[in-house]
């Protein structure tokens, strides 16, 4: 149980957070941060936090924990401003996408505080933001990923991994670059492809917005496939531009890497090579079916 | 209502089309032909078939429409199959998802029956296969696309188009090239990126497929978004090949423009231009958008 609980940045993330707490039982007290009076409302009628506070000082004062939940990009700023107002025994974790530039600009921004720092990354997403959107079953089976400094106290990490495991999460432990290696593959590539499809396909339609689609336009005979492949393109486009710099490097290598798969598969066409298309094809639906029956 | 309908490969495509003109009351007798007798008996128990043929001569007389619905690779030689015994009469049609390729097919193998071919795509996929997947309900509110040649004759035209009506599809006519151009950025490329981006994570992880899942394996991490993404990548590996050949030429000039985006985005990431990244992201979310608002 801990009594006060802090979230800076009651979105679809910091919300659900507080909700699954709340309804495991596993806090008193929640005070929300942010910017948008509005926002901030809601989340207070709908039992995320019990009390908005504009003042960082009072808010931090006998804080267990503080969830840093804004878009990665505002996370060393918001460090710097919390840093002075942290009693030493706070444990302080976020929950951004990547977490190289989490652990750098805590290096900055919380140096004599990092015994207390947890770096951690729900990997739960939805093209919906804000609040309103927040769900106590977000995390149910999702995975959470810590990646604890080496400053980092076993202690810190336990009590993070047992706020998680409340909230219904699979807890596990890597180092920042090993994750932000694998995301770079599993979720920024992806998300990427999927925000290129869409504008590669709507710009060569010409389509005026104002009009509705007949079947001049490619778009009308887009069904249920593309549908679901353009899902995440339907993402806040800001927290995917923090995301794609924050990990820039890694998220380079996966384009290099794919762009060669693509000119091979480019050269099969070529020289019309039905086998080597079967093989690509069928090892990628191996590969699908496996993941779908092995995933835990 | 027609009396004597033949389909030549009952599968998803060819057993819903059966399930739904059955339904609709629009046909009295159903006779299947295809080479699994296990599909067929599949079919019959279904009741999207009346009767199993085995001899082409027989099935085909007094036919008032031959639906072709094999994998595209075979509809040449299926032309060619049934060709000599083809009644002036018969209207003769298909649910390839590519269509210059048909039309040239047709144009080599039913050269004396152009008048009453009436080439067709219903866009309605699924991962599914065969006659056990096939449903009544496939085509409603599906787009079904018409490539008549110029000697297809109004009359066969309308025919076909009734019957496709018929299973709740909206109908609608344009050029071949036109038709395979389209498909080639709505539908072909999409399930090249999800194919080749299952390949893409899997082959970098090292999996041992007889062991499960661990935290050590990326695709562990693999969220919602990854699943829908490459839902398509679960496709029939032959029939893509298939599409992917009898259209190597529209979807190469896709694939070449796609990677074109793709560099631009690699160089927007390489100069840090965080402007330009959002830029890029907020209006394919804007397109999805207009998309989904529009969609008719």
Redesign the interface.
Same mark, same amino acid.
């Given at each position: 149980m801990i009594n006060k609980l802090v979230i800076i940045g009651v979105g679809l993330i910091g919300g659900s957070f507080a909700l699954a707490l709340r309804k495991a039982g596993k806090v008193k007290h929640i005070v929300g941060v942010g910017r948008s009076r509005e926002n901030m409302q809601r989340a207070l009628k709908r039992g995320a936090i019990d009390e908005i506070s504009a003042d960082l000082p009072s808010a931090l004062k006998h804080a267990d924990v503080v969830l840093l939940a804004t878009p990665v990009g505002q996370l060393g700023g918001i460090m710097a401003q919390i840093s002075p107002y942290l009693e030493p025994g706070t444990i302080v974790t976020d929950a951004g996408s990547t977490k190289q530039d989490v652990v750098t600009a805590a290096r900055s921004h919380l140096a004599g505080h990092l015994k207390n720092f947890v770096p951690a990354h729900p990997?739960?997403?939805a093209e919906l933001s804000g609040a309103s959107a927040a769900d106590a079953g977000l995390y149910q089976g999702?995975?959470l990923?810590l990646t604890p400094l080496d400053e980092t106290s076993a202690e810190a990490v336990k009590r993070v991994t047992e706020l998680w495991q409340a909230c219904g999460a699979h807890v596990?432990q890597?180092s920042a670059a090993r994750h932000d290696k @694998? /995301?770079a593959?599993?979720?920024h590539? #992806? +998300?990427?492809?999927?925000?290129?499809?869409?504008? +590669?396909?709507?710009s060569?339609t010409g +389509?005026d917005?104002s009009? #509705?689609?007949?079947?001049d336009d =490619? /778009? +009308?005979?887009?069904?249920?496939? $593309? %549908?679901? $492949?353009? %899902? @995440?393109?339907?993402?806040? =486009?800001?927290m995917?531009?923090d995301i794609?710099?924050a990990n %820039?490097e890694a998220?380079?290598r996966? @384009?290099?890497?794919?762009?060669k798969?693509?000119?091979a598969?480019?050269e099969m066409?070529?020289r019309?090579d039905?086998k080597a /298309?079967?093989r690509? $094809?069928?090892?990628? &639906?191996e590969?699908?079916? %496996?993941?779908?029956e092995? &995933?835990?």
């Amino acid at each position: 149980m801990i009594n006060k609980l802090v979230i800076i940045g009651v979105g679809l993330i910091g919300g659900s957070f507080a909700l699954a707490l709340r309804k495991a039982g596993k806090v008193k007290h929640i005070v929300g941060v942010g910017r948008s009076r509005e926002n901030m409302q809601r989340a207070l009628k709908r039992g995320a936090i019990d009390e908005i506070s504009a003042d960082l000082p009072s808010a931090l004062k006998h804080a267990d924990v503080v969830l840093l939940a804004t878009p990665v990009g505002q996370l060393g700023g918001i460090m710097a401003q919390i840093s002075p107002y942290l009693e030493p025994g706070t444990i302080v974790t976020d929950a951004g996408s990547t977490k190289q530039d989490v652990v750098t600009a805590a290096r900055s921004h919380l140096a004599g505080h990092l015994k207390n720092f947890v770096p951690a990354h729900p990997v739960a997403g939805a093209e919906l933001s804000g609040a309103s959107a927040a769900d106590a079953g977000l995390y149910q089976g999702k995975n959470l990923v810590l990646t604890p400094l080496d400053e980092t106290s076993a202690e810190a990490v336990k009590r993070v991994t047992e706020l998680w495991q409340a909230c219904g999460a699979h807890v596990s432990q890597m180092s920042a670059a090993r994750h932000d290696k @694998i /995301l770079a593959a599993v979720s920024h590539l #992806p +998300h990427v492809l999927a925000f290129l499809l869409m504008n +590669h396909v709507s710009s060569s339609t010409g +389509h005026d917005s104002s009009e #509705p689609l007949g079947p001049d336009d =490619p /778009l +009308h005979f887009a069904g249920s496939g $593309f %549908r679901d $492949f353009t %899902r @995440i393109a339907g993402s806040s =486009p800001e927290m995917w531009r923090d995301i794609c710099l924050a990990n %820039r490097e890694a998220l380079s290598r996966q @384009i290099d890497a794919y762009q060669k798969q693509l000119t091979a598969l480019r050269e099969m066409l070529a020289r019309d090579d039905s086998k080597a /298309l079967e093989r690509v $094809f069928a090892s990628a &639906r191996e590969a699908r079916q %496996r993941w779908l029956e092995n &995933r835990s």
